[in-house]
């Protein structure tokens, strides 16, 4: 059974980074692309990143490029999410999820297993 487990989610200031990571389980994740999605209250899950089965490929939603940076480890089975010059904005629960497409998605209804999700709150 795949398994997805994000951590590094918290509570930071306007200004500040974090780098939420999450690493898959039960499946030959190396074939597989990875998304970021988030869900702010009362609002759709929307994109903010993805990246392709070998790193070759990555998409940014607008409103994260230039602050934020998708990576992934395959011998980790681990994504990674840097985010930096956090604004308020961006407070939401984040989510990843795993394509078994392999080419990376903006859309969320490509992507096959998600993760619980990671609170992010961006104090101001």
């Known amino acids: 059974q795949v398994q997805l487990v994000e951590s590094g989610g918290g509570l930071v200031q306007a200004g500040g980074s974090l780098r939420l990571s999450c690493t898959a389980s039960?499946?030959?994740?190396?074939?597989?692309?990875m998304g970021w999605f988030r869900q702010a209250p009362g609002r759709d899950r929307e994109f903010v990143a993805a990246?392709?089965?070998?790193?070759?490929?990555?998409y940014y939603a607008d409103f994260v490029k230039g602050r934020f940076t998708i990576s992934r480890d395959n011998a980790k089975t681990t994504v990674y999410l840097q985010m930096n010059s956090l604004k308020p904005e961006d407070t939401a629960v984040y989510y990843c999820?795993?394509?078994?497409?392999?080419?990376?998605?903006?859309?969320?209804?490509?992507?096959?297993?998600w993760g619980q999700g990671t609170r992010v709150t961006v104090s101001s």
């Open positions: 999820a795993l394509d078994f497409n392999g080419l990376g998605s903006i859309s969320r209804y490509e992507y096959n297993q």
């Open positions: 039960g499946r030959t994740y190396s074939n597989d692309a």
């Open positions: 990246i392709s089965w070998d790193g070759g490929s990555t």
